[in-house]
């Protein structure tokens, strides 16, 4: 996968499952796009959905055909014609939610900018703009959104030295820290996207692969599709509250236009739409087994389905599996573990089940 996210998938598990399926695969948590991949590349029809407009962009360059010599020459004209813009924070980037509460993951700074020296953030602010002013293709542009994602990172005073990406789900900045210069990692990171485009074929937008930026438990689901996902779980991982660090950027920029000329649609960033244990925003283990329930309801007429569950703690395993079996009926439970599954936190475990659908 170009674009790295949170999540974690059992690769091989899903690609074993995709042998046997064969139709149009919809993930309503699609995340970095990983099911939606696979089924792709098994020759299925995908549709991804996902509440988070950060993670429909590291879906959509992990998936969709970019051209890749047109992407090279627009990022090589992005620093071509820098020019220098005198700002130092980005507006509302505060860690806290609206009710007052600080992000479950916040640590030891109080806003986004806090997270650049001045230097990085005028030149990431530069390339920002550059981005906006470059006229090519939309999918070209949002592909030059992705590497600009991609370099905030190594940017930021969150990089440590010899640690490549944000391993540790949270907001800190640690004693030691050794950011890359902005133009440098924006320049990695069009090099290596450049290549990812050019050794993979990418998916038509629209006609193999539909992408959505949508609330699982608002849309309307046709019976024939076939229900492959795998839900948040836990508190671990924030997935849309880490993912603010990156919306705060995209948000001064045309990010969101390039967005509805693609989809139609006009996004924005609905923290309170995401299905995640997080105290800070009132969603303890009971009220997210409400809305897991609302998922349920809301997919129980669709014929196939897999739902993968990744837990820690047994209780809540049999609380899940309780309720599916309330909504779905008649359910096959497979119990999974991930050996060679990366750890994302203290808490990372490496357990699954798989809930599917006995078909009648």
């Avoid at 991804?48 to 010599?69: C, G, Q, R, T």
């Avoid at 930026?213 to 779980?233: C, E, Q, R």
């Avoid at 779905?328 to 990372?348: A, T």
Wanted: hydrophobic share 40%; net charge positive; aromatic share 14%.
């Amino acid at each position: 996968m170009l674009m790295r996210y949170w999540g974690r998938k059992p690769l091989k598990l899903i690609d074993e499952l995709m042998e046997n399926i064969n139709g149009t695969v919809i993930d309503p948590f699609g995340g970095a796009g990983t099911i939606v991949l696979s089924a792709l590349k098994h020759g299925n029809r995908a549709i991804y959905i996902d509440v988070n407009p950060y993670a429909w962009l590291v879906a959509f360059v992990n998936i969709v055909k970019i051209d890749a010599e047109e992407f090279r020459r627009r990022g090589d004209e992005v620093l071509e014609n820098l020019s220098e813009i005198r700002k130092r924070t980005l507006r509302n980037d505060y860690l806290y939610y609206s009710n007052g509460k600080p992000f479950w993951k916040k640590r030891n700074a109080e806003r986004v900018s806090q997270f650049f020296s001045l230097n990085n953030f005028r030149k990431l602010y530069s390339i920002l703009k550059g981005i906006d002013r470059v006229e090519t293709s939309p999918e070209v542009k949002i592909a030059l959104y992705g590497a600009f994602c991609s370099s905030l990172f190594k940017a930021s005073k969150m990089k440590r030295e010899n640690a490549g990406s944000w391993g540790v789900p949270s907001y800190w900045i640690p004693k030691k820290h050794k950011e890359v210069d902005a133009i440098e990692a924006f320049k990695s990171e069009v090099e290596r996207f450049y290549l990812y485009f050019k050794r993979n074929k990418g998916y038509r937008l629209h006609e193999d692969v539909e992408l959505l930026i949508k609330n699982a438990t608002s849309f309307k689901y046709n019976n024939d599709f076939i229900l492959f996902t795998d839900p948040p779980f836990f508190d671990e991982v924030q997935y849309m509250e880490l993912s603010f660090f990156y919306w705060v950027w995209l948000r001064e920029s045309r990010f969101r236009e390039i967005v509805k000329v693609l989809t139609g649609q006009s996004i924005d960033f609905k923290m309170y739409n995401e299905i995640i244990v997080n105290p800070n925003k009132g969603i303890d283990h009971n009220k997210y087994l409400q809305l897991l329930d609302k998922f349920l309801r809301k997919t129980k007429k669709i014929k196939r389905k897999y739902l993968l569950f990744h837990y820690d703690k047994e209780e809540f395993k049999q609380k899940v599996i309780t309720l599916v079996r309330e909504r779905w009926g008649k359910i096959r439970i497979e119990n999974i573990e991930i050996e060679k599954q990366r750890n994302i936190g203290p808490k990372g475990g490496k357990k699954y089940i798989l809930i599917y659908l006995l078909l009648s």
